[in-house]
């Protein structure tokens, strides 16, 4: 079974720059969640994603946006790119979104590596 | 504001012995509990989830779960070198986003 496949693995962007990252769920999948993960901040809550429809927004600003296709794939777009939007991008997949609350845990991807120059 | 929080460490813990990790949440409204594993430069790896109170066993990996003290922790037996690792503890509430801690890293010495 095909895992969280992210691309690109590594982007170099210019301050100013837009760009736009992919993440395609594992098979059955049907919530996308995006973080953002640095040193001094850890992982940081972006988007999340269930049925094309965007279910829970984190605090950034609105440069950065998400959206899901109907075959679960999702892309997330951080436009007007600035030096601290570097980081590693994590996107995370599961299979269950119960209104109980319970889930089996999200399956991430191997990263996007964002470095804004 | 939901908070996970860890100690950041690090952890060092002779090879063989027992590592125990920590972490507090404040949302009391949490139900799923998870610990992921990262190795440097590497994604989050899922180790553990629990949802009761007690413990959960796998392997040389046990979840404690404290709802009333609102307290989860992993016991890894037997450490070894490849478990140094930064580990995440998370909380998740129904509909809500699954919260991460910053981690604590855990260094395994031989």
């Known amino acids: 079974k095909a895992g969280v496949t992210q691309t690109p693995r590594y982007l170099i962007k210019t301050r100013g720059q837009q760009v736009t990252l992919s993440c395609s769920p594992i098979s059955g999948h049907r919530s996308v969640s995006w973080y953002q993960q640095t040193p001094g901040q850890g992982l940081q809550f972006l988007f999340e994603?269930?049925?094309?429809?965007?279910?829970n927004k984190g605090n950034f600003p609105g440069r950065f946006s998400g959206r899901q296709f109907s075959n679960s794939r999702s892309e997330m777009n951080v436009s007007t790119l600035e030096l601290g939007d570097s980081a590693l991008y994590l996107c995370?997949?599961?299979?269950?979104?119960?209104?109980?609350?319970?889930?089996?845990?999200?399956?991430f991807g191997s990263g996007t590596r964002l470095t804004v120059v | 504001q939901k908070e996970v929080e860890q100690n950041s460490g690090p952890l060092s813990v002779p090879e063989g012995a027992i590592a125990s990790l920590n972490c507090t949440y404040s949302?009391?409204?949490?139900?799923?509990f998870f610990w992921y594993r990262q190795y440097s430069g590497k994604s989050p790896e899922l180790i553990m989830s629990?949802?009761?109170?007690g413990d959960k066993e796998d392997g040389r990996f046990t979840a404690q779960l404290n709802k009333a003290s609102q307290y989860v922790s992993l016991l890894i037996r037997d450490s070894q070198p490849s478990d140094s690792a930064t580990y995440l503890c998370a909380a998740l509430s129904g509909n809500t986003p699954l919260v991460f801690g910053k981690g604590t890293r855990l260094s395994v010495i031989a």
């Open positions: 995370a997949s599961s299979p269950v979104w119960s209104e109980t609350g319970l889930n089996y845990g999200y399956t």
């Open positions: 994603y269930f049925s094309e429809t965007q279910r």
């Open positions: 629990i949802y009761s109170n």
């Open positions: 949302d009391r409204g949490s139900q799923s």
